[in-house]
Each structure stands twice: as structure tokens, then as C-alpha cells.
């Protein structure tokens, strides 16, 4: 076979004396495209024998070449005709139709991929816009035959036989119990079996409930206790002060002892633990602070060439911005919303974002508890959103002598949406002096 890394003729050729040979049983199930093959006769060879197919006539050289001639699909048909017959004559096909239609599809993608490499180098050269806007613009294209490579578009459902059967067998398993990403947080995983690949989670709270906390927590829980890789990308703190929050919730130590130099000697060791537990942990930190969702995917991108990640968390949606949107900020969120479950699926891992809320919660006289119509820009972030979960906190809108003792220091969490599930609320103990949520069960 040819050397070149753009082409293999040899495989185009098989694949079409087969069909030449044997029929056409199956060749409209391969996903393969006309403009998939390199020389230009076979082009349009393939595209008669589609329609060949489609109008239900056996393919042989005589139907092939008649077709070609009624669709003017001739270049010089003398010359045309003669590579046929002896495509026909002399070819000795050992492999299956899919083998070739692979090698075809594999050569297409790389084409596709030197394309454009070659219009990025001409862009590069011709354009003065910013390097940033640029170079996401080139990774975008790049992603998207990626995209098209790992996921070939509509699929016979018999293609999805082993992974429906591993399916139903994991759950069979489990009982219904934690099938995804455990987050440790009982409630949150029996209400959604463990967060799922592909999900856009949504958390959202007014300013001081403890949103960035519940965030970490489920971060801290996936890396520490699930050995899980997790990318978190903070755009209002530092990566200092999300670590300070990290190891003082896992030592349960109050960070403002920790400000100030007041460690008790007995807490030193506690510290000192959860320091090396916490650095140990496969978390990736990015604190640059404003962030366009192009430089995020791009990040996460350039992330996933060596890391698979297991769970990306943003905090919070509302600080980032999309600089190709220009009709107002309603637009902006509703592209920045639908660009982060986009790369949910590409990175084929939940994302958590972070959202905040509007004031119309607090402007009610009576029921306070959040709803989804309080989401700031709520509608495009609901509509891509798998699962939205609220923080409410009685002790933040009440008079601490209204509430009954056993409500106190305690969090109500209400999974308002769940697009694979049940929604329900569930309660857990809050301490921010530890920055730390917990099952009540655990105290």
C-alpha cells in the first residue's frame, strides 16, 4: 500500500470492487460519504451507487456505468468505463465491506485535519486579531472533527447492544443505588445515582450560603475519596484561599484560627494531615480570574490531551463571558450556559457550575425557599441544565429565635430540576467556621 498519509487508493479500490462484486448489502449502514474518498472517479462512483441503492438496482458494471452517463457523472467516459471493468476484472477483495469503509473514513478525518491546519497557517499569517481568539478559533474547528470522528451521527440502535447490556447489568448490580460519580453527599446521590458523564450540574444560592463550599466539598469527596481527577476553574478566588478552605474543612479546623496564627497545638497534626491528603489529591486549580468560555474549553482541552478528567467545576457561571456575543447579557449566559454542557459531552465528564440568583427570592413576603425562575438569566440556564440544585439556609432569612433548635446549622438542599430523576430536597449539617457541608448522620 502507498506510504502517503493522506490517502490509500488500494482500500478505495476494494471497497468498491466489493460492492461491484457482491452487492450492496449493508453499504448505506457504513457512514461513509462521497466526498470521503480522495481520487475524484471514485467520488463519483460512490455517489451513483448510493442512489443506486436507494432506487433498489442490483450494482454491476453495466448498472454503474449507465447511471453515470444518465447523471452526467462522466469525466471521459471511455476512460471511465475502462477503469471499471478492470476494477471489476482483475480486483481480489479479502476483508468485509466495513474494513475498507475504516481505512477510508481514517484517511478522510486526516485531510480534514491538514485542511485546516493549512487555513490556520493562511489565517495566522493574514489576520491581526489577538493570538487568544485566534488559536480557540483554530482548536474549535480542530474539536469539531473530533467530534464528528468520536460520534459518527445517526447509529442503528443494534450498535448500542453491548453498552445497553452493560448498562442494565451495572444497575442490576447496584440495586438502583450509585451508579456515577459518587459525591459522598447521600442525599445527592441517591436522588441522582452518582453524577453521570455529559451532565451540566447547575448550584446556585444567594451571596454567603455556602455555594463555593458545597462546590469544593463534592470536589474535596470526588479527588480524595474516589482518587478522581478534578479541574476546578475559580474566577472570583484564589487558588490559595480555595486551598485554605479545602484542608481546613478536611481537618475540620476554623479557618480563622488558621488567619490568624491561633492553631491550637492539639489541631497542629489535624493540619498537617490534611495538608498532604489534600495536595495529594489529582486536582488541577485555574485561578486566572476572567475567563472567556473560549479560553475555558480551551483549557479543558488542552487538559484532556494527557489528563482524563472525572469532574470540572465553575465558580460561577456568571463571571464568565463569551467576547463573540454582542446582542446583550441575556445572550451572553445563553451561549456561555449551552457552550459548558457542550464541553460536558466532549469531555465526557459532569461539570458543576456555579450560579448565582436573582433578588426576586428576597422581594417575596412570605416563601422564600428558591425556585427556578429566580436564576439569574433563568431560561437558557435551566433549558441545558441536567440538574439544578438550590442552597437554602433558614438561619439567613429568619430570626434565629424562630428557629427551632434542631434546624440550626443546617442546610436544605432542593434538587428543583433533574432531568433523569426524581427531584426532592434533603437536609445537611453546615458549618462554615470549617467551610464544611456533612451528612447528618455523620454529625
Known amino acids: 500500500m502507498n506510504s502517503d498519509p493522506l490517502y490509500e487508493l488500494e482500500s478505495e479500490k476494494s471497497f468498491l470492487a466489493s460492492i461491484l462484486l457482491k452487492g450492496s448489502p449493508g453499504v448505506n449502514d457504513l457512514q461513509i460519504e462521497p466526498e470521503d474518498f480522495y481520487q475524484d472517479l471514485h467520488k463519483r462512483m460512490f455517489a451513483s451507487m448510493r442512489e443506486l441503492v436507494d432506487a433498489s438496482v442490483t450494482i454491476d458494471p453495466i448498472s454503474l456505468t449507465n447511471h453515470l452517463r444518465e447523471t452526467s457523472r462522466f469525466r471521459d467516459e471511455a476512460k471511465d468505463q475502462e477503469y471499471i471493468f478492470a476494477l471489476y476484472r482483475d480486483a481480489v477483495v479479502i476483508q468485509p465491506l466495513s474494513y475498507y469503509a475504516k481505512r477510508i473514513k481514517k484517511y478522510s478525518d486526516r485531510r480534514k485535519y491538514i485542511k485546516v491546519l493549512r487555513d490556520s497557517i493562511e489565517n495566522i499569517n493574514a489576520e491581526q486579531e489577538d493570538n487568544e481568539g ?38 442490576y448490580e447496584t440495586k438502583g443505588a450509585t451508579s456515577g460519580l459518587r459525591t459522598h453527599f447521600d442525599g445527592l446521590d441517591e436522588v441522582t445515582t452518582g453524577l453521570k458523564p455529559h451532565e451540566l450540574i447547575i448550584i446556585a444560592a444567594r451571596p454567603g450560603l455556602g455555594k463555593t463550599t458545597f462546590a469544593l466539598n463534592i470536589a474535596s469527596n470526588v479527588a480524595i475519596k474516589e482518587k478522581k481527577i478534578v479541574a476546578i476553574f475559580s474566577l472570583e478566588m484564589s487558588r490559595m484561599e480555595l486551598l485554605i478552605k ?22 497542629q497534626k489535624k493540619l498537617l ?24 474549553k480551551s483549557r479543558v482541552r488542552q487538559l484532556l490531551i494527557s489528563t482524563p478528567l472525572s469532574l470540572i467545576v465553575v465558580d460561577y457561571l456568571q463571571l464568565m463571558n463569551d467576547p463573540g456575543v454582542k446582542e446583550g447579557r441575556q445572550q451572553e449566559v445563553a451561549s456561555i450556559s449551552r457552550n459548558l454542557k457542550q464541553m460536558a459531552k466532549e469531555a465526557n465528564c459532569p461539570i458543576i457550575a456555579l450560579s448565582q440568583m436573582s433578588r426576586a427570592v428576597e422581594q417575596r413576603s412570605k416563601e422564600q425557599k428558591p425556585q427556578l425562575s429566580d436564576l439569574r438569566e ?40 433533574n432531568r433523569a430523576g426524581q427531584t426532592k430536597s434533603f437536609q445537611l449539617a453546615f458549618t462554615p467556621e470549617y467551610s464544611r457541608f456533612d451528612n447528618l448522620s455523620s454529625g
Not at 488559536?135 to 445497553?164: N, P, Y
Not at 481546613?248 to 488567619?259: D, F, G, V
Not at 491528603?277 to 468560555?293: E, Q
Request: with cysteine; aromatic share 6%; glycine share 4%.
Open 378 to 417: 433563568s431560561g437558557a440556564i435551566e433549558q441545558d441544565a441536567d440538574i439544578v440544585a438550590f442552597i437554602y439556609r433558614e438561619d439567613k432569612v429568619k430570626d434565629p429565635d424562630e428557629i427551632p433548635e434542631d434546624q440550626k446549622n443546617k442546610a436544605e438542599i432542593i434538587i428543583a430540576k
Open 246 to 267: 479545602m484542608i481546613c474543612s478536611e481537618a475540620r479546623i476554623n479557618s480563622n484560627n488558621l488567619k490568624t496564627g491561633a492553631i491550637h497545638p492539639s489541631d
Open 273 to 296: 494531615d490534611s495538608i498532604i491528603k489534600v495536595t495529594s489529591a489529582p486536582i488541577w486549580i485555574d485561578d486566572a480570574g476572567a475567563l472567556s468560555i473560549w479560553e475555558f
Open 134 to 171: 485566534l488559536f480557540t478559533r483554530i482548536e474549535g474547528e480542530l474539536a469539531k472533527i473530533s467530534r464528528a470522528v468520536q460520534s459518527r451521527g445517526l447509529k442503528l440502535v443494534k450498535d448500542d447492544k453491548a453498552d445497553l447490556i452493560d448498562y442494565v447489568q451495572l444497575m
